[in-house]
């Protein structure tokens, strides 16, 4: 296995996220950013947004959206959702 320089600490590689140095918080911010959009553009559009919270009209709260109860699906729904984001 090969040592890793300095350069390749702090610059990353494609499998290894760039080394945060508090001094340098600039360059690594736009690095990290560029490292998340690579390995996978739903993950940094998480970063921006938020985590997505499935929600249904509640009777109740006058059809206002409330987040799903995670019980409801319970046919693998998960499993389902992860062959289909292709």
């Known amino acids: 296995m ?3 320089n300095k350069h390749d600490t702090e610059n990353g590689t494609l499998n290894k996220p760039p080394m945060f140095t508090p001094e ?3 360059t690594w911010k736009v690095r990290m950013e560029g490292f998340i959009r690579n390995q996978d553009f739903k993950v940094w559009k998480s970063v921006l947004e938020g985590p997505y919270i499935p ?8 059809g206002a959206a409330v987040p799903k109860d995670p019980s ?5 729904g998960a499993r389902n959702q992860n062959q289909n984001s292709f």
Do not use: M, Q, S
């Open 55 to 62: 929600t249904i009209a509640a009777a109740r709260a006058g």
């Open 24 to 26: 340098d918080f600039d």
């Open 72 to 76: 409801i699906e319970r046919g693998g």
């Open 2 to 4: 090969a040592a890793l």
